[in-house]
């Protein structure tokens, strides 16, 4: 595959200089964009991506370092390199103060142009490099202050430097994968790779494969041998995913080899002797699955020494700013960013009681951030995406479901929806045009709607 060519943009008032430098760039096979001054080359880099800058001090307009000042908090990791024919030393340092990373006089030479643009590159490629990892590493980390959080981080500050094996249990989205990986970041084995298994994913007649392994021409299909999971974690972690979900044949299995941690793979007789710390995780109730006949006892015994519990987002909903503060970074550096959420926003999220949880609120920022408007959201959009879950969250978080009990199943309805459409005319300043936009009725339909809910002479059914 052919190398993308890195763009290069030359910003400086004497033509000459423009021509010369694209010149000496295009024939280092670099892209060139040229701007005439400052002003143009912001223009410049607000249409195309840039990987570099060459930037002039001395320009019409506002100079090489105002520019800079400004490049620096619209792109802070764009690396810039000042030219000048007029350098002194103060100048040079005030530039590096600014955040250039490098200072070339003129006269340009050809070599020390290239040997400056070729350096600053490294390094700028060394720091995103240092930055991704980085972040990979805060992706390892529970984010929120909650108590719940805390006292979840402190236990698995204890239990993950032990052998000790770990259930984690939760609710769908929760983060209980994100568990087992800050165990394995905080074990003696963090620099061995966590092997991986989702029991629900894999089906029944290929899973002893999976966990075990099987030798060529076990079955048909297997052209070749292969190692399972149990062989791949020895010495370090295997995670056991949905573990709930495997069926008894197969835990009848797996609890043999995790009691005495050897095997035989698929088709094969050499026994196979590993030593392998194990993590399960699972959003059943295994006590009632064990009741029902779909779990063993034994093997949940065996799998429970430390039991860890992952807290639903609705009983931590204080955390909701951070992690969407989390989440909000996360998709910028997909391209997704340029967008603010507001304090009633995220007051409308944490009234939510997000069924699907962590995972469920990741999406939903996903969705506000590619449907929502530009710059600022707002809480009436917000509702507008959550719909009708929202406003019963609403209803929720200041009384709870509670004072809908005792009432008919029309009297809960009718209280919902005066409560919701109180709400969304509160959002829209009372103008009923736009509510009936937003909530998708047409307008004639809301003015019968709030008259039948008695709510004709309320605050939403003002001049428009």
Not at 15 to 22: C, P
Not at 180 to 201: D, F, G, W, Y
């Amino acid at each position: 595959m052919k190398k993308e060519q890195q763009r290069i943009l030359v910003v400086d008032d004497e033509a000459g200089i423009r021509e010369v430098l694209a010149g000496i760039l295009a024939d280092e096979n670099f892209l060139p964009l040229t701007a005439e001054d400052g002003e143009a080359g912001l223009r410049v880099l607000e249409a195309e991506a840039v990987d570099l800058a060459l930037l002039d001090i001395w320009m019409p307009g506002p100079d090489g370092l105002e520019i800079l000042a400004r490049i620096r908090e619209l792109y802070p990791r764009l690396p810039v390199i000042m030219i000048s024919g007029h350098g002194t030393i103060e100048t040079a340092v005030q530039a590096t103060k600014l955040g250039a990373y490098d200072f070339i006089e003129k006269p340009l030479s050809y070599d020390k142009v290239i040997l400056a643009i070729n350096n600053t590159l490294r390094l700028s490629r060394l720091e995103e490099e240092n930055i991704i990892l980085r972040e990979q590493a805060k992706r390892h980390v529970l984010t929120g202050e909650s108590a719940l959080i805390r006292n979840l981080r402190r236990q698995l500050e204890l239990v993950a430097p032990t052998d000790a094996w770990v259930l984690i249990r939760g609710e769908h989205g929760t983060g209980k994968e994100l568990v087992a990986q800050t165990i394995h970041r905080l074990s003696p084995v963090a620099n061995k790779p966590m092997v991986e298994l989702n029991c629900a994913a894999i089906p029944e007649e290929l899973i002893e494969s999976e966990l075990f392994g099987h030798e060529k021409g076990s079955f048909t299909g297997a052209a070749s041998s292969k190692r399972g999971k149990f062989d791949l974690a020895d010495g370090g972690l295997l995670f056991l995913d949905e573990i709930g979900d495997m069926s008894l044949k197969t835990q009848a299995k797996i609890l043999r080899i995790l009691q005495e941690q050897k095997f035989e793979r698929v088709g094969g007789s050499k026994t196979i002797r590993v030593n392998v710390r194990v993590l399960a995780a699972t959003n059943k109730n295994l006590e009632e699955e064990i009741e029902r006949g779909n779990f063993r006892a034994d093997l949940f015994y065996r799998l429970n020494v430390v039991p860890v519990f992952v807290p639903p987002l609705r009983e931590r909903r204080e955390d909701i700013p951070a992690l969407v503060a989390d989440f909000l970074q996360e998709f910028a550096r997909k391209g997704l960013g340029g967008k603010e959420i507001e304090p009633d926003a995220l007051a409308v999220m944490m009234d939510y009681r997000w069924p699907g949880n962590v995972r469920e609120l990741r999406n939903f920022i996903e969705r506000v951030l590619i449907m929502g408007p530009e710059g600022r959201v707002e809480a009436g959009f917000v509702r507008q995406l959550l719909g009708a879950a929202a406003a019963a969250g609403e209803v929720a978080g200041r009384g709870g479901l509670g004072e809908f009990r005792g009432l008919s199943y029309k009297d809960a309805k009718q209280l919902f929806e005066r409560e919701y459409l109180r709400m969304c005319l509160d959002d829209n300043s009372g103008n009923i045009s736009r509510t009936a936009e937003q909530i998708g009725l047409e307008r004639s339909h809301l003015h019968k709607k709030l008259k039948s809910l008695e709510m004709e002479e309320t605050k939403g059914t003002g001049n428009e």
